[in-house]
């Protein structure tokens, strides 16, 4: 499980709607462009889509392999759909800010 939220956690950096500390500044813009087909949820293509992007801009293929796309889709989905809608990234995104740092080594 520990496995699987991290895996979950690094993924999360790829999506910058979804790693934010804060509530997005863009009046969900952000979102809007990753939803590609406008229904208001991130299936597994646009998810994958993001994360190829940033992968290409970091020069790490592994960022977009389709395990960390199902894994961080597992972690955030939170009803199980297989989708993420803007309340389960809200719902992560308020984890994450209220998360303790983590220890140093």
Known sequence: MKKLTMAAAAFGLALP??????PPQ????????ID????????????TKM???RAQRQGDPTLASPEKVAAFIK???????????KAELDTMR???ASAPPPEAN
């Open 26 to 33: 863009d009046g969900g813009r952000m979102f809007a462009m």
């Open 75 to 85: 972690h955030v989905d939170a009803n199980g759909d297989g989708a993420i809608d």
């Open 94 to 96: 308020k984890a994450r």
């Open 17 to 22: 709607i979804a790693s934010a500390a804060q």
């Open 36 to 47: 590609a087909n406008g229904d208001g949820k991130l299936d597994k293509a646009e998810v």
């Open 51 to 53: 994360a190829e992007m």
